[in-house]
């Protein structure tokens, strides 16, 4: 790491967090002036007047410009999306147990005086919520985007990069010119509105740098507001104001820039830079990345940590034609990754039968210095998947990945990743014990038996199939609602220029511009299910240890006064990620039959559903709205971690054996993204033998065609160290889910759940 970047590293990381409400006040007052608008104009013109209204600032040693705010990692009110949840937690955002951020008081009294006046009652929170329906349903299924605008989209970076703002406001002039149709042409007419804020803004940061004496970066920036990119440097410049803008438009995580070590390639070939000097404008742009985080609602930090706000770049897999593909970016990528060593951006490496050992074992080393980057996602699974699903074959060799391991196409895509979480284990509880919770005693559900009334495996498990359908009806229920409620709220004139074939046939992105409009439902926790329904199914129905009965009974009481059998269960049941056939399956069996139930409904744009396994951070809070379960496993504790992965602790056979359990699940069931947690102890890649096994251990992920693994290369004694002394590890970071975090600024159970995550030193 060079001087420049690292006095840049500093700076950055020397800035607090604030709560913002600067672009809060500029659209209230937007949407005043424009009372008689369409909500189409008026999300335009608020997002032109924050472009040209909204504070910003350069640092002298900045090579890459730009910030949706003055602040660096400011975490932004958008009264459109939802002002209640603020108005109720303001006080206590700086004291919340996950995700902090300092208040200005005066900003409060600002908050309450002139935005919530206006905005109660008209925001997307208000209207999705009022019914209280998503809240019925909230111990089984978690409804997203209910308070913030859709994101996790991989723009077309590669079209922007050749067009620029100026060229798409020509697009969108020609295409007004034939456009008869009212509400095409006012699409259209926003489209010109917020480019031509997007030139202001870039011409603004280009004033600011001529103040500065920054000629260059002015220079650059002017050039960007009138044609497309030529340098390698305008192009760093022009992506990264595509994502400030994204973020600006939407308030949303994860826009993702997709396989840049091949969208950036014909720009560095073209530029004859030398490695040092690429690798110092890569490393400022991944600064950058780290200087925007998102501020959500108490309840949903629980769920999504440690600010994961999903910058992921993709590097490595395959060309169209199935030839590996791998250059000299896709290594100083990684590099970058490994001098500075932040959460951001979310660095995913594509493996497959052919990939480059050299790249293989490059990112290997990185994984080695412990920042839980990058991760590892499997071409031979994920393409045949997506194909299955109804992506063509072209678009299905380019996958991308946005957020944390949800997989996407490029630039054409509303994928609408993370519409639901769906807590199988909730649904299992509630079979056993006659549709009651066993934490509150409240009826949620139909009463279809319990397991004092069930004779047999298959009668339980019929009535948890009853089950599934009675929740998975008022999950698309509440889904479709939630997507209607953003198409009444928050279209995207900016975004949708962005995503293939709004623009062509005149539709918003919300409104299903885009070629593909998916929707995608998390299954939690599959791990923690098939333990279970392995133990009943041994221990009541076959070895008849335990009645129904006395099972039921020991649930119910939190296993007090029944240690013998909880410890039974544990141990003498086996458990998933131990390559036991039986036992994997009836989780494989579970995740199918889910999968295959959202196959018959269509989404409000018209799509399809289809479902992925993985957590973010909400193994942790799902777990404490499930009482104790017949795997042993005491009432409220965390879930297993990841989605793929097995019940930390349980793994007892090694990682071959995890692999091979993981690999029985049908891969149809992650074609929204799969995650496999894996802790490996870091003296077992202080040599180079060891880098070798492990790349052979990573040639048998690919073999066994498992979709995702990531990797926490970290001891338990530092992270207890950690816990106990953590001003001493503030740069400390791990792997939480599909996302890097700093360990310190994780609430102390999920801190407590990483550290008990099996640890491996051999393979």
């Known amino acids: 790491m060079n001087k420049r970047i690292q006095i840049l590293k500093e700076k950055m990381l020397s800035h607090s967090r604030y709560v913002s409400i600067e672009q809060a006040m500029i659209i209230t007052e937007t949407y005043k002036q424009h009372e008689n608008d369409s909500v189409q104009m008026k999300r335009a013109y608020s997002l032109y007047n924050a472009l040209n209204q909204i504070e910003i600032a350069i640092e002298p040693e900045e090579l890459i410009v730009g910030n949706r705010t003055k602040g660096v990692r400011d975490g932004v009110v958008f009264p459109e999306s939802g002002i209640s949840w603020v108005d109720k937690?303001?006080?206590?955002?700086?004291?919340?147990?996950?995700?902090?951020?300092?208040?200005?008081?005066?900003?409060?009294?600002?908050?309450?005086?002139?935005?919530?006046?206006?905005?109660?009652?008209?925001?997307?929170?208000?209207?999705?919520?009022?019914?209280?329906?998503?809240?019925?349903?909230?111990?089984?299924?978690?409804?997203?985007?209910?308070?913030?605008?859709?994101?996790?989209?991989?723009?077309?970076?590669?079209?922007?990069?050749?067009?620029?703002?100026?060229?798409?406001?020509?697009?969108?002039?020609?295409?007004?010119?034939?456009?008869?149709?009212?509400?095409?042409?006012?699409?259209?007419?926003?489209?010109?509105?917020?480019?031509?804020?997007?030139?202001?803004?870039?011409?603004?940061?280009?004033?600011?740098?001529?103040?500065?004496?920054?000629?260059?970066?002015?220079?650059?920036?002017?050039?960007?507001?009138?044609?497309?990119?030529?340098?390698?440097?305008?192009?760093?410049?022009?992506?990264?104001?595509?994502?400030?803008?994204?973020?600006?438009?939407?308030?949303?995580?994860?826009?993702?820039?997709?396989?840049?070590?091949?969208?950036?390639?014909?720009?560095?070939?073209?530029?004859?830079?030398?490695?040092?000097?690429?690798?110092?404008?890569?490393?400022?742009?991944?600064?950058?990345?780290?200087?925007?985080?998102?501020?959500?609602?108490?309840?949903?930090?629980?769920?999504?940590?440690?600010?994961?706000?999903?910058?992921?770049?993709?590097?490595?897999?395959?060309?169209?034609?199935?030839?590996?593909?791998?250059?000299?970016?896709?290594?100083?990528?990684?590099?970058?990754?490994?001098?500075?060593?932040?959460?951001?951006?979310?660095?995913?490496?594509?493996?497959?039968?052919?990939?480059?050992?050299?790249?293989?074992?490059?990112?290997?080393?990185?994984?080695?210095?412990?920042?839980?980057?990058?991760?590892?996602?499997?071409?031979?699974?994920?393409?045949?998947?997506?194909?299955?699903?109804?992506?063509?074959?072209?678009?299905?060799?380019?996958?991308?990945?946005?957020?944390?391991?949800?997989?996407?196409?490029?630039?054409?895509?509303?994928?609408?990743s993370d519409a639901a979480m769906f807590n199988l284990c909730k649904v299992l509880e509630l079979t056993c014990n006659h549709g009651k919770c066993l934490i509150t005693g409240k009826t949620l559900a139909p009463d279809f038996g319990s397991l004092s009334t069930y004779k047999t495996f298959d009668k339980l498990e019929c009535a948890f199939e009853k089950m599934m359908d009675y929740f998975i009806d008022k999950m698309i229920e509440c889904c479709e609602k939630v997507e209607k409620g953003h198409q009444d709220h928050l279209p995207t004139p900016f975004l949708s220029c962005v995503i293939d074939d709004c623009l062509e046939k005149g539709i918003d992105v919300v409104n299903g511009g885009a070629h593909y409009n998916l929707s995608g439902i998390q299954m939690i926790q599959v791990a923690n299910l098939a333990d279970s329904l392995a133990a009943i199914k041994k221990m009541v129905f076959e070895e008849k240890r335990y009645t129904g009965k006395e099972l039921e009974q020991a649930l119910q009481n939190n296993f007090e006064g029944q240690e013998v059998m909880r410890q039974t269960l544990l141990n003498r049941v086996e458990k998933y990620g131990n390559d036991v056939q039986w036992v994997d399956e009836l989780g494989s069996k579970w995740a199918s039959a889910f999968r295959n139930k959202l196959k018959k409904y269509t989404n409000y744009r018209n799509g399809p559903y289809h479902t992925g396994m993985y957590t973010v951070s909400a193994h942790v809070p799902m777990g404490q709205n499930v009482g104790a379960s017949a795997d042993g496993r005491l009432s409220q504790s965390p879930l297993a971690d990841g989605g793929l992965s097995a019940v930390y602790g349980r793994d007892l056979n090694g990682p071959t054996a995890v692999l091979k359990s993981v690999s029985r699940l049908e891969n149809q069931c992650t074609t929204n993204g799969g995650l496999l947690n894996m802790k490996f102890l870091p003296e077992f890649f202080s040599t180079e033998t060891g880098i070798k096994k492990f790349a052979n251990f990573m040639r048998t992920f690919v073999d066994l065609e498992i979709p995702h693994v990531q990797f926490n290369v970290v001891s338990k004694k530092d992270l207890l160290a950690a816990k106990e002394h953590p001003e001493q590890y503030s740069s400390l970071t791990v792997r939480v889910a599909g996302y890097t975090a700093y360990f310190t600024e994780l609430a102390g159970d999920l801190q407590d759940e990483i550290i008990a995550r099996t640890s491996y030193d051999a393979i």
């Not at 390698?232 to 994502?243: C, D």
């Not at 400030?244 to 004859?272: C, I, Q, W």
């Not at 998102?294 to 440690?306: E, P």
């Not at 490994?338 to 490496?349: A, D, R, T, Y």
Request: aromatic share 10%.
């Open 89 to 416: 937690e303001f006080e206590t955002i700086p004291t919340r147990p996950q995700d902090k951020f300092n208040v200005r008081e005066e900003d409060i009294k600002t908050f309450r005086e002139c935005i919530v006046p206006y905005w109660k009652g008209k925001s997307l929170e208000d209207d999705v919520k009022a019914d209280g329906k998503i809240a019925a349903i909230s111990t089984v299924v978690k409804i997203n985007q209910t308070d913030h605008a859709q994101g996790h989209i991989c723009p077309n970076v590669k079209e922007w990069l050749e067009t620029g703002p100026a060229g798409y406001i020509q697009i969108a002039q020609d295409k007004l010119e034939s456009c008869t149709d009212v509400k095409k042409r006012e699409f259209y007419e926003s489209t010109i509105i917020v480019m031509q804020g997007v030139q202001d803004f870039m011409n603004r940061y280009a004033s600011l740098a001529k103040e500065m004496n920054l000629d260059d970066v002015a220079e650059i920036c002017h050039d960007l507001s009138i044609r497309p990119a030529h340098t390698f440097r305008e192009a760093l410049q022009s992506l990264w104001f595509l994502m400030v803008v994204l973020h600006m438009e939407s308030n949303a995580s994860s826009f993702s820039p997709g396989r840049l070590d091949k969208t950036l390639y014909p720009y560095y070939k073209n530029d004859h830079l030398t490695d040092e000097q690429a690798l110092e404008l890569i490393e400022c742009l991944w600064l950058k990345f780290n200087q925007i985080v998102y501020l959500r609602n108490a309840h949903s930090a629980k769920y999504f940590a440690g600010f994961p706000i999903g910058f992921n770049i993709a590097v490595g897999g395959q060309d169209e034609n199935g030839n590996d593909y791998v250059n000299e970016l896709s290594h100083l990528m990684i590099q970058a990754q490994e001098e500075i060593g932040l959460p951001q951006p979310n660095l995913s490496v594509r493996l497959h039968k052919n990939t480059n050992q050299e790249l293989l074992e490059h990112a290997i080393r990185c994984v080695a210095k412990g920042s839980g980057m990058p991760q590892f996602f499997n071409d031979e699974s994920l393409i045949p998947a997506l194909m299955d699903l109804g992506i063509s074959k072209k678009d299905a060799m380019d996958y991308a990945i946005v957020g944390c391991v949800e997989i996407t196409t490029q630039g054409n895509n509303l994928g609408w």
